[in-house]
């Protein structure tokens, strides 16, 4: 079983950048993918990134591609979502997610999920 722990959220405006952290428990981090969702008020859970367990493989959805880079320390204990160039679009409680076997977009297929961070930028 692994706890998650994000912060890094805040207010910024358009086009700032912030960096979330996600820091897991245990000592098995290395043997989970890792992910980062949102969910925006009144919508559904949406994924925005994943890696791999070693790190060697990375994924996005369209919406933040070039803009969005997911990274992880396994030293650390720590996944990262740096988000350069924010849009109000971006607005969201952005939650991080593990599991030992998926990279898949559907939350459903996510084991571990840590409280979320809330994260607004305004235009």
């Known amino acids: 079983q692994v706890q998650l722990v994000e912060s890094g959220g805040g207010l910024v405006q358009a086009g700032d950048s912030l960096r979330l952290s996600c820091a897991a428990s245990?000592?098995?981090?290395?043997?989970?993918?890792m992910a980062w969702f949102r969910q925006a008020p009144g919508k559904k859970r949406e994924f925005v990134a994943a890696i791999n367990r070693s790190g060697s493989g990375t994924y996005y959805t369209d919406s933040v591609k070039g803009r969005f880079t997911i990274s992880r320390d396994n030293a650390k204990n720590t996944v990262y979502l740096q988000m350069n160039n924010l849009k109000p679009e971006d607005t969201a409680v952005y939650y991080c997610?593990?599991?030992?076997?998926?990279?898949?977009?559907?939350?459903?297929?996510?084991?571990?999920w840590g409280q979320g961070t809330q994260v607004t930028v305004s235009s």
């Open positions: 997610a593990a599991d030992p076997a998926t990279v898949a977009t559907m939350p459903a297929s996510w084991d571990y």
């Open positions: 245990g000592r098995t981090f290395s043997s989970y993918n």
